[in-house]
């Protein structure tokens, strides 16, 4: 199996693939990114904190036009997570049309394939998928 | 210090491409018509404050002094987003109340030609022959497309996508109905950039481009700039009647930025900071929504015209789908809202829009807005907001005489 590595550093491939976001130690907001002090209370101290890999669709959009070398149509979404935390992504694995979606359908998250190095090491990405209900 | 600031002078140029003219042209142009409409002269002014998104690192205030006046006042280059020629009439209007000054100008422009899609996201890396995790979010490619979308279309299509979530009656059809009646009202507006009509079925079946946004309901990209003179209320009772009588006073000028919010890092909040904003403006200005005789809000797609007649409290609560319903924003209806064509027709050179908007509600409250007069108005609100993030509001008020 080739080698993976994850497209962003918040997600997580060891074990069952999920995101983890730093976690303010004073007021529990959510980062993604790496943090130089807290944009909600200003305090300075992070922790790990896992999140859920289930969650609800808050919005989404159905790009048609997009930047060259991304494939259209594809759907932008921002998911609240189950127990906190919400993410941007895009929901797969179901047809690009607006009567496919609908706002708090529950989805989870899935894995792919982004793109592959000159090594043959993969960067996996994320999305989510609608859950049979 | 200024008790009041009031606008003695305003111009802008015709919204459109300018292959044949450069920056320092079309804001020489602007700031001349300004000051000959405001019967004063660049030696009047003892501040420049100047607007400009794309080429903000030029100078560009000190570039078209030299084509206008070099007076030695101080200049003032301003960049904030979408609120970047808001900010340059706020710098203007703040050194005349702090006293500095009895008279200034503003000035915001852009040349934007055929620039295609803006905000342009992600890693922004070239590509590399080894993946390397790299930036704040350890990213190995550009995750545009990939990680959803930060391109505006995609945003801004959430953001009225949120709304309808929440609130009943609004849906596509809602969002369609915005970009009809803007395009309608540019259809009066001869220096809009398009001025033609599009019915509900044409703006709903034009190619889309993010849905829920067709193309019709995404503003364009053009060139243009706008300008305004402001004067204190001590020096404009040294001028002549007609100045005093078509100086129009600025009753609230306004700045916010992005409070913390919890869903701020992943997805722009256009709600919070205009939320802010037009509360501070209402309160400064002594005024509510209901006083308000026109507005010309930032309608840079229509689903955002829609979340704002909500945001700005235009509507009742949660009602801003009954509201375009009803034809209220309409130029005919009980708030009419962008009866220039707003950003969706008028266009949005990003760095002038703050200042086209102060010119557009000062040439309504004077009566000389030609076809696309709102009778009688004597109250309007300008209201623009930038991703990244900065809301401008200034609320306009005709002279009591």
Not at chain 1, 110 to 125: P, S
Not at chain 2, 15 to 38: M, S, T
Request: with cysteine; net charge negative; charged share 20%.
């Amino acid at each position: 199996m080739a080698k993976q590595i994850p497209m962003v550093d918040y997600l997580v491939l060891d074990g069952d693939p999920h995101l983890t976001a730093n976690e303010c130690k004073e007021c529990g907001a959510l980062y993604y990114d790496r943090r130089n002090g807290c944009a909600h209370c200003g305090g300075a101290d992070f922790g790990r904190r896992d999140l859920a890999t289930t969650g609800v669709v808050r919005s989404f959009a159905i790009i048609h036009q997009a930047s060259p070398g991304v494939t259209v149509p594809y759907v932008s979404s921002v998911v609240d997570l189950d127990g906190g935390g919400s993410v941007k992504a895009n929901v797969l694995n179901v047809a690009p049309e607006p009567d496919n979606f609908s706002l708090g359908m529950k989805v989870k998250l899935t894995t792919f394939v982004a793109g592959t190095d000159d090594d043959g090491t993969e960067a996996i990405a994320f999305g989510f998928e609608p859950v049979a209900s | 210090m200024a008790e009041s600031v009031w606008v003695l002078g305003a111009s802008m140029t015709k919204i459109q491409r300018y292959p044949d003219k450069d920056l320092v042209d079309l804001g020489a142009e602007a700031a001349r018509a300004a000051l000959v409409d405001g019967g004063v002269t660049i030696q009047d002014m003892g501040v420049l404050g100047c607007g400009n998104m794309f080429q903000g690192m030029a100078g560009i205030g000190q570039q078209i002094q030299q084509q206008i006046g070099q007076t030695g006042i101080p200049v003032y280059n301003v960049i904030n987003a979408c609120a970047t020629g808001a900010t340059a009439v706020r710098t203007v209007y703040l050194t005349i109340m702090a006293g500095e000054a009895d008279m200034g100008l503003a000035i915001g422009l852009e040349q934007m030609g055929k620039m295609g899609l803006l905000g342009v996201g992600g890693g922004g890396k070239s590509d590399k022959n080894v993946y390397e995790p790299s930036g704040r979010y350890g990213s190995v490619i550009p995750v545009e497309g990939i990680l959803g979308t930060t391109l505006m279309p995609g945003v801004f299509g959430q953001a009225g996508q949120e709304y309808a979530y929440e609130h009943d009656g609004v849906g596509f059809e809602q969002f369609a109905k915005v970009a009809e009646k803007n395009h309608a009202h540019s259809s009066l507006n001869p220096l809009a950039q398009y001025q033609k009509k599009f019915s509900l079925e044409e703006v709903m079946n034009a190619r889309m481009i993010a849905y829920p946004n067709t193309l019709p309901m995404c503003c364009p990209t053009g060139d243009g700039a706008a300008a305004v003179v402001l004067v204190s209320d001590t020096k404009l009772k040294t001028l002549s009647i007609e100045q005093q009588q078509r100086a129009v006073k600025i009753g609230a000028s306004v700045l916010t930025s992005d409070p913390w919010a919890e869903r701020g890092q992943i997805q722009p909040d256009i709600n919070t900071l205009t939320r802010n904003a037009a509360k501070q403006a209402y309160e400064k200005a002594g005024i509510g929504p209901s006083d308000l005789d026109l507005v010309e809000l930032h309608d840079c797609f229509a689903t955002a015209e829609l979340v704002h007649y909500d945001n700005l409290g235009l509507c009742e609560p949660g009602g801003a789908g009954a509201f375009i319903d009803s034809g209220a924003p309409w130029r005919d209806g009980s708030t009419p809202v962008n009866v220039s064509g707003g950003l969706l027709s008028k266009g949005h050179p990003i760095g002038m829009t703050g200042v086209a908007g102060v010119f557009e509600i000062t040439t309504q409250l004077r009566g000389e807005a030609g076809d696309r007069q709102i009778e009688g108005a004597k109250v309007g609100m300008t209201h623009v907001i930038g991703l990244g993030s900065s809301c401008g509001i200034h609320i306009l008020e005709k002279a009591a005489a």
